[in-house]
């Protein structure tokens, strides 16, 4: 299940990314946000936590600037949850390779030589 930050927790977080003259900063590139939308993001993105038991704290989350910093954030994590959800599924066995290999491919078990003959691998 992915845990969220409490009202709570998000305060202590906004509180700390705000700087002496009460303005809020990006925590990751520190652009003064003022008016500009922001989020709090987890730092290690949910979906490739392991121990999901631990409630989260303050430091599990950082205050970033939606279009500085977040957006960008996020597409890399999507990146990485898809990469390591392909990964599972080719460790279970619920990806299994196909029964038609494309041929000419190593999976094919055949092998097309330079003067455009054929042979078995
Ligand atoms: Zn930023």
Same mark, same amino acid.
């Given at each position: 299940? #992915?845990?969220e930050f409490?009202? /709570? ?8 990314a705000?700087?002496?003259?009460g303005?809020?900063?990006?925590e990751e590139?520190?652009?003064v946000?003022? /008016?500009k939308p922001?989020?709090v993001?987890h730092?290690?993105p949910e @979906?490739?936590?392991?121990d /999901?038991?631990k409630?989260?704290? @303050? ?6 600037g939606?279009?500085?910093? %977040?957006?960008? /954030?996020?597409?890399d994590d ?7 959800d392909?990964?599972?599924?080719? %460790?279970?066995? @619920?990806?299994?390779?196909? @029964? ?6 190593k999976?094919s078990?055949? #092998? %097309? ?6 042979e078995?691998r």
């Amino acid at each position: 299940m #992915r845990r969220e930050f409490s009202r /709570k927790l998000r305060a202590e977080i906004v509180l700390r990314a705000t700087n002496r003259d009460g303005f809020v900063c990006c925590e990751e590139c520190g652009l003064v946000l003022g /008016k500009k939308p922001y989020e709090v993001d987890h730092t290690t993105p949910e @979906a490739l936590v392991m121990d /999901k038991t631990k409630p989260l704290t @303050a430091d599990d989350g950082k205050l970033l600037g939606k279009d500085c910093c %977040h957006t960008p /954030k996020t597409v890399d994590d999507i990146r990485r949850i898809r990469k390591a959800d392909r990964q599972r599924d080719r %460790h279970t066995g @619920a990806i299994v390779k196909t @029964a038609r290999p494309l041929p000419g491919s190593k999976a094919s078990g055949w #092998r %097309h030589r330079m003067n455009g003959t054929w042979e078995r691998r």
